[in-house]
């Protein structure tokens, strides 16, 4: 038997044989993995699929509308051109003029 397997061996029955300490690891266990369940999700809904990383590439765009009616950036629209999927709306604001300024985010 190895050291190190010696060692997880000793700390198990450690855990086995203290009182309630077998139920407080599995708490602590039980918990640990909860949250990183938690923080996964909310992660992978954060702006619904809109996340990105630093090591994405994307080309950040402005464009400028007349009138963009049901925009609402940050919940996974999508930039389409000629039907295909290229990127996303990341912001929308009112420009000076009173138009629509859009943030866009576009794959490469």
């Known amino acids: 038997m190895t050291r190190e397997q010696g060692r997880i061996k000793k700390t198990w029955e450690r855990v086995r044989s203290e009182p309630k300490l077998g139920r407080n690891v599995l708490t602590l266990v ?10 996964g999700y909310i992660v992978s809904r954060q702006g619904a699929g809109t996340t990105t990383w630093p090591w994405q590439d994307r080309f950040i765009m402005k464009a400028e509308f007349d009138n963009a009616p049901a925009v609402s950036p940050g919940n996974g629209q999508e930039v389409r051109i000629a039907g295909v999927k290229v990127g996303q709306i990341d912001s929308a604001s009112v420009s000076d003029g009173g138009k629509a300024l859009l943030t866009l985010s576009i794959d490469p």
């Open 30 to 39: 039980v918990l640990v993995v909860l949250g990183l369940a938690v923080g």
